[in-house]
Every structure is written in C-alpha cells, then in structure tokens.
C-alpha cells in the first residue's frame, strides 16, 4: 500500500519555526515530486511549494517564499517543509503530495522522472498535519 504520513505541525507562536516531514511507504520516492499544500478553515487547498524529483526545479508561492524550505531526502524517503517566520495566515492543515509526472503550481512545473501507466506509479496524498500559529 503506499503512503504518504504527514507529522509536525503544532501550535506556535507568531514568529516561529516547524519542520513538517512527510514520510513514505511502499514505495520510493526518488522518482516522485514532492508537492505542499495548504488549506485554511473554509478555503480551498492551495499549492505553496514543489520540488521536481532531481531537485532542479524548487518553486514557492509568493506568499512564503523566502521563509519556507522545501527539500527531499531520497535516502530516508522523507520530504520535509521547513517553516520560518511563522504568521497567524500560515494557519492550516498542510499536506503533501507525492507525483510520478508533474506537480505544476502556477507557471512552474515541478517534474517527475514516471511516465504513470493504468494503475502504475498515481498520485499518492498524505492525511495532513495541522498548523496553528496564534499567540
């Protein structure tokens, strides 16, 4: 069965930092992109950072750029969001999302090295990991 196991978020104050992991099984994801996305009480999941499978494409959503870093560590098949800075809008459940082909997220595509196939090599979503930044 593959799976993707979000952890990390907490509680925080305005100003500090998390690092959410996700964590996956049953398959590798060297291969894969690595999505982030964040949906807010009430509002629609939006993407705010991907990562191609080499790593040569990184893309943030204005709104966090400069304060989040994604990365992905294929030895231990753990993406990671690390978070600085944190703001009560950065309040949310946080998800990841694992692509064989593609993540695109505005003009930017974030590509994986799987050409999927029937049921071979599909999205795979993790179940999220909460965030609430508050004082």
């Known amino acids: 069965q593959l799976r993707l196991v979000e952890s990390g978020g907490e509680l925080v104050q305005p100003g500090g930092s998390l690092t959410l992991s996700c964590v996956a099984s049953g398959f590798s994801l060297n291969y894969y992109a690595i999505g982030w996305f964040r949906q807010a009480p009430g509002e629609e999941r939006e993407g705010i950072s991907c990562?191609?499978?080499?790593?040569?494409?990184?893309y943030y959503t204005d709104s966090v750029r400069g304060r989040f870093t994604i990365s992905k560590d294929n030895g231990k098949n753990t993406a990671y969001l690390q978070i600085n800075g944190l703001k009560p809008e950065d309040s949310g459940q946080y998800f990841c999302?694992?692509?064989?082909?593609?993540?695109?997220?505005?003009?930017?595509?974030?590509?994986?090295?799987?050409?999927?196939?029937?049921?071979?090599?599909?999205?795979?979503w993790g179940q999220g990991t909460l965030v609430t930044v508050s004082s």
């Open positions: 999302l694992a692509a064989p082909a593609r993540i695109r997220m505005s003009d930017t595509t974030c590509a994986g090295g799987l050409t999927p196939s029937g049921v071979q090599y599909l999205d795979v």
């Open positions: 990562i191609s499978y080499s790593r040569a494409t990184i």
